[in-house]
C-alpha cells in the first residue's frame, strides 16, 4: 500500500478514518472542494503544535475560500481531543492508528534518530483539488513558513484556473 512516488497529478488515495469524535470522514465527502490534507508525527510535541496551531491561525481565512484542513497522525481520538481542547484547534485530526492511509500517502518512512531506525511519520502535506487529484505535494516540510507556502500555493492554482 506504501506509495512514496505520489505527485502532483495523481489521484489522491481515499481514506475512512476517525475524528476525535469517533466520527469517520471518508476522502469521497471532500470531492467537489479543494482541501489540505496533512501529516504529522505526534500529537502535543513542539514541531506538531506548532504546524497545528499556524493551520488554526488561517483556518477561517481557508474556510471563506472553501478549503477545509485535515491533519493525519497515528494517535488516538482521545489523543486528538485533548490535543485539540488543549490548543483550541480549529480544524478537523484524524486518527490512522494503523498508518494504513499514512503509508498510502507515502508518509511512512524509516527514520534516524541518534543512531537509531525507526519508522514513523514524515511531515508531509498535499493539496487536493475538487476532483481528487493532488495539485501539490510538500515532503520533509519544515514548520517555519510552511502554512503560508500552502495558502500561497492554492492562491495562485485559483488565479491560473479563472
Not at 481557508?62 to 478549503?67: E, I, K, P, T
Not at 486528538?80 to 484524524?94: N, S, Y
Amino acid at each position: 500500500m506504501t506509495n512514496k512516488g505520489l505527485m502532483p497529478g495523481d489521484r489522491a488515495p481515499d481514506f475512512s478514518l476517525p475524528d476525535h469524535t469517533g466520527t469517520i470522514h471518508h476522502a469521497s465527502s471532500y470531492r467537489g472542494s479543494w482541501f489540505i490534507l496533512y501529516f504529522y508525527p505526534k500529537d502535543n510535541t513542539s514541531a506538531c503544535t506548532a504546524e497545528a496551531l499556524a493551520f488554526s491561525a488561517v483556518y477561517e481565512e481557508l474556510s471563506d475560500l472553501g478549503v477545509p484542513v485535515i491533519g493525519v497522525s497515528p494517535d488516538t481520538p482521545e489523543s486528538h481531543r485533548k490535543f485539540i481542547e488543549k490548543h483550541g484547534l480549529k480544524f478537523t485530526l484524524l486518527s490512522d492508528v494503523n498508518h494504513e492511509v499514512i503509508e498510502a500517502y507515502g508518509a511512512w518512512i524509516l527514520k534516524k534518530m541518534y543512531g537509531k531506525e525507526y519508522m514513523g511519520v514524515e511531515r508531509s502535506t498535499f493539496l487536493i483539488d475538487p476532483e481528487g487529484i493532488i495539485r501539490a505535494v510538500w515532503r520533509k516540510v519544515k514548520v517555519k513558513g510552511h502554512v503560508e507556502e500552502v495558502t500561497a500555493k492554492y492562491r495562485a492554482l485559483m488565479e491560473r484556473s479563472d
